[in-house]
C-alpha cells in the first residue's frame, strides 16, 4: 500500500526559493553566454572553494565518485595496491578503490560515531598498503590527529572522502584539508548541492592537482594534447554557478542543520530505545544527516510505522559494502558495522525544518515505539 508521504527525508525548496532571483541571474548569463564546459564559473568556484577550505587547488569534477575515482589516481594508487577504508559508507568509496585495480581492504567502525576505528587500522596496514581513505560520514569528522599519525608512520597518503561533510571540522580545521587529496559531492541533496551531478578535487600539491586536471579532460591540460588516458569529468558551467551562490550561504545552512539535530537530541536522548548521534568535541559535525539508532531489533517496525504516518526516513545504509556480492569473496565478518546496519535509522533533516516538523517526525517516532 502507498502511503502519502507528508514530511520528506530533504526539502530543499526553502533554500531554492530564498535564492531564486541570484540563482535565475547566475543560469540565465550562463545560457546567455554559450559556454557551458570550463568556463569562467568554473574557473571562479574553484578559485572561491579554495579559498573557503584553506587548499591551494581545487579541481571541479563531473561526480563525488569521479573526485574519488581521479584523486586516487592521482594521488598514485594503482593495480596491487591495497587502500584501507570503512565498509560503512555509500558504495562509491569502494568502488573507486576497485575501479583503479587496487583491493579495499575494510576496518569495522566505531559503534558511537559509525566512523572508520581508527584503533584497528594498524592492524590491517601491509606492504601493499598505498593510502588511507577514511570518510566522514553523516558529517561527523574521522579522527584525524590518529590517522594523519599512522600515515606518517608508515608513509602512506590519506585521501579523505568529504562527500557528506561539506564545511565540517576536527579541532578547528576543515575536513578535505588534512590528507593529500580529498573528495567531495555537490550531489542536490548534500549540505552544498547542485542542481543535478557534480564534484570536487581538493589538494595543496601541485603535482597531484596537475595530474588530476589532466585526468578529468581525457588526460589534457592543451586540447588535442593528450599526455594520459583520462576521462571526461569536467564539472559543468551552470552546476558551477549555482554553487557559487549557494556557497557564501554554507556556514549558515550548516548551523541550521546542528540546530535542528539538536532539537531531535534534547528530545530523544533519554528514550531507552534511541540512541542519538554523538558529536565529537573535537570535531564540527554538519549533520548530513542525522542518524539514530533503534535498539532491540525494532528499526524495521518503527520504520515502517512512520512511513505509515506519513514521514519519510531512511536506512544508510542496509547492507554494509563487505557484504555486497561484488566484495563478498573477500570475506569479511565486521561486528559492528553489521550491527549498525540493522539499527541505523535517518530521520528528516534540511537546514529550515520546522520546529513544528521535528514536534511531528519526535511524536510519531515514540509513538511507533510504544507498542514494541
Same mark, same amino acid.
Given at each position: 500500500?502507498?502511503?502519502?508521504?507528508? $514530511?520528506?527525508?530533504?526539502?530543499?525548496?526553502?533554500?531554492?526559493?530564498?535564492?531564486?532571483?541570484?540563482?535565475?541571474?547566475?543560469?540565465?548569463?550562463?545560457?546567455?553566454?554559450?559556454?557551458?564546459?570550463? +568556463?569562467?564559473?568554473?574557473? +571562479?568556484?574553484?578559485?572561491?572553494?579554495?579559498?573557503?577550505?584553506?587548499?591551494?587547488?581545487?579541481?571541479?569534477?563531473?561526480?563525488?565518485?569521479?573526485?574519488?575515482?581521479?584523486?586516487?589516481?592521482?594521488?598514485?594508487?594503482?593495480?596491487?595496491?591495497?587502500?584501507?577504508?570503512?565498509?560503512?559508507?555509500?558504495?562509491?568509496?569502494?568502488?573507486? $578503490?576497485?575501479?583503479?585495480?587496487?583491493?579495499?581492504?575494510?576496518?569495522?567502525?566505531?559503534?558511537?560515531?559509525?566512523?572508520?576505528?581508527?584503533?584497528?587500522?594498524?592492524?590491517? $596496514?601491509?606492504? @601493499?598498503?598505498?593510502?588511507?581513505?577514511?570518510?566522514?560520514?553523516?558529517?561527523?569528522?574521522?579522527?584525524?590527529? @590518529?590517522?594523519?599519525?599512522?600515515?606518517?608512520?608508515? @608513509?602512506?597518503?590519506?585521501?579523505?572522502?568529504?562527500?557528506?561533510?561539506?564545511?565540517?571540522?576536527?579541532?578547528?580545521?576543515?575536513? +578535505?584539508?588534512? +590528507?593529500?587529496?580529498?573528495?567531495?559531492?555537490?550531489?542536490?541533496?548534500?549540505?552544498?548541492?547542485?542542481?543535478?551531478?557534480?564534484?570536487?578535487?581538493?589538494?595543496?600539491?601541485?603535482? $597531484?592537482?596537475q595530474t588530476a586536471m589532466k585526468l578529468r579532460s581525457h588526460g589534457s591540460i592543451k586540447k588535442y594534447h593528450n599526455e594520459l588516458i583520462g576521462y571526461n569529468s569536467r564539472l559543468d558551467e551552470l552546476q558551477a554557478a549555482i554553487l557559487r551562490v549557494k556557497l557564501p550561504h554554507i556556514e549558515e545552512m550548516n548551523e541550521k542543520r546542528r540546530k535542528a539535530a539538536h532539537r531531535y537530541s534534547e528530545a530523544l536522548a533519554a528514550h531507552p530505545s534511541i540512541q542519538t548521534p554523538w558529536e565529537d568535541p573535537d570535531g564540527k559535525h554538519v549533520y548530513h544527516q542525522y542518524t539514530v539508532r533503534i535498539k532491540h531489533g525494532k528499526r524495521n517496525a518503527v520504520q515502517e510505522a512512520l512511513t505509515k504516518a506519513g514521514i519519510s526516513t531512511m536506512i544508510y545504509y542496509p547492507v554494509p559494502v563487505h557484504k555486497l556480492p561484488v566484495f563478498a569473496s573477500l570475506k569479511y565478518s565486521l561486528k559492528e558495522t553489521e550491527k549498525a546496519a540493522e539499527e541505523v535509522l535517518s530521520l528528516p533533516i534540511w537546514p529550515d525544518i520546522s520546529v513544528e516538523t521535528q514536534l511531528q517526525v519526535i511524536q510519531q517516532l515514540e509513538k511507533a515505539l510504544l507498542p514494541l
Open positions: 500500500m502507498n502511503h502519502k508521504i507528508k $514530511i520528506p527525508i530533504c526539502d530543499l525548496s526553502s533554500e531554492t526559493n530564498s535564492l531564486w532571483e541570484e540563482l535565475t541571474e547566475e543560469i540565465q548569463a550562463v545560457l546567455k553566454s554559450g559556454q557551458f564546459i570550463m +568556463g569562467p564559473k568554473v574557473t +571562479g568556484f574553484e578559485e572561491e572553494i579554495a579559498d573557503y577550505l584553506g587548499v591551494k587547488h581545487a579541481i571541479g569534477v563531473n561526480s563525488g565518485t569521479d573526485a574519488l575515482v581521479i584523486g586516487l589516481r592521482s594521488a598514485g594508487v594503482c593495480a596491487g595496491d591495497e587502500v584501507v577504508t570503512t565498509p560503512f559508507t555509500f558504495f562509491a568509496t569502494a568502488e573507486a $578503490i576497485a575501479l583503479l585495480g587496487a583491493t579495499p581492504v575494510f576496518v569495522d567502525i566505531d559503534p558511537k560515531t559509525f566512523n572508520i576505528n581508527v584503533e584497528q587500522i594498524e592492524e590491517k $596496514i601491509t606492504p @601493499r598498503t598505498k593510502a588511507l581513505l577514511p570518510v566522514h560520514l553523516f558529517g561527523h569528522s574521522c579522527d584525524m590527529d @590518529r590517522i594523519m599519525g599512522l600515515a606518517r608512520s608508515y @608513509r602512506i597518503q590519506v585521501i579523505e572522502d568529504v562527500a557528506q561533510a561539506f564545511g565540517g571540522q576536527y579541532n578547528g580545521k576543515k575536513l +578535505g584539508t588534512f +590528507g593529500a587529496v580529498s573528495a567531495f559531492s555537490f550531489f542536490p541533496s548534500k549540505n552544498l548541492g547542485a542542481y543535478g551531478d557534480g564534484g570536487l578535487i581538493a589538494t595543496n600539491f601541485s603535482d $597531484i592537482a
